[in-house]
């Protein structure tokens, strides 16, 4: 097990509305990714946090936003839901920005 | 712009049959090139990673097969198992900063016992 959890598991939301998700890194990991996996596509960036601070971001709009707390945890809030935002979405953590990435089972999120 | 390029979309072998499946990339900037493996409904596994300073790598049954000149990146599977049926992803990135990883889109493998 990778010890990357994320919560909730699913979650349906209405167009329009905001969504928080939520991810526990691993163990002794200070940095968290955000990825976006839509159905039958792989993963698509959208940003990294490395000791709190973003740390690179994919072409992902404004309205995805996140934070990381100082355990490390880390947010993803996405604002405005479109109906394209229905995805996979992804948290890895890894021990520093440059090391491998270990993945959460994910959240699914569906936006009607 | 699909940045990693993953072939191909769908694969069934036999159980013991060796499959591959080929990645081919254009930034010259990447410069580590892993392999996840997916099972529905969960997220990917890291499986093996290669960096381009070698041309190959094995780790159990699993190996990858680099050529930096042409740019491509192969995953062999031996004595392939009903077990690996999965998705696989290739992927690429530069380690220096930001790890973020570039996806191919994925090859759904089936093997038949």
């Known amino acids: 097990e990778t010890g990357v959890t994320q919560s909730p598991t699913h979650l349906i939301k209405t167009r329009g509305q905001q969504v928080t998700l939520r991810c526990s890194s691993q163990s002794g990991h200070n940095t968290v990714s955000w990825y976006q996996q839509a159905l039958g596509q792989g993963p698509q960036f959208i940003f990294q946090?490395?000791?709190?601070?973003?740390?690179g971001r994919g072409n992902f709009p404004p309205r995805f936003s996140g934070l990381q707390f100082p355990n490390y945890s880390s947010e993803l809030n996405v604002n405005a839901l479109e109906l394209d935002d229905s995805a996979l979405y992804l948290c890895?953590?890894?021990?520093?920005?440059?090391?491998?990435?270990?993945f959460g089972q994910g959240t699914r999120l569906t936006v009607v | 712009q699909q940045q990693v390029k993953q072939s191909p979309q769908s694969l069934i072998v036999q159980k013991g049959g060796i499959p591959i499946i080929n990645c081919a990339y254009e930034n010259t900037a990447f410069d580590y090139f892993p392999w996840y493996q997916q099972f529905p409904g969960k997220g990917p596994a890291l499986l093996i990673a290669i960096r381009p300073d070698v041309s190959e790598k094995k780790e159990g049954r699993f190996t990858i097969s680099f050529n930096k000149s042409a740019k491509q990146f192969s995953l062999h599977i031996m004595d392939s198992q009903p077990g690996d049926s999965a998705t696989y992803f290739c992927a690429a990135s530069k380690r220096t900063g930001a790890n973020n990883l570039f996806f191919g889109t994925g090859t759904r493998l089936t093997v038949i016992p």
């Open positions: 890895a953590s890894s021990q520093t920005a440059s090391t491998e990435a270990f």
């Open positions: 946090y490395y000791r709190e601070e973003e740390n």
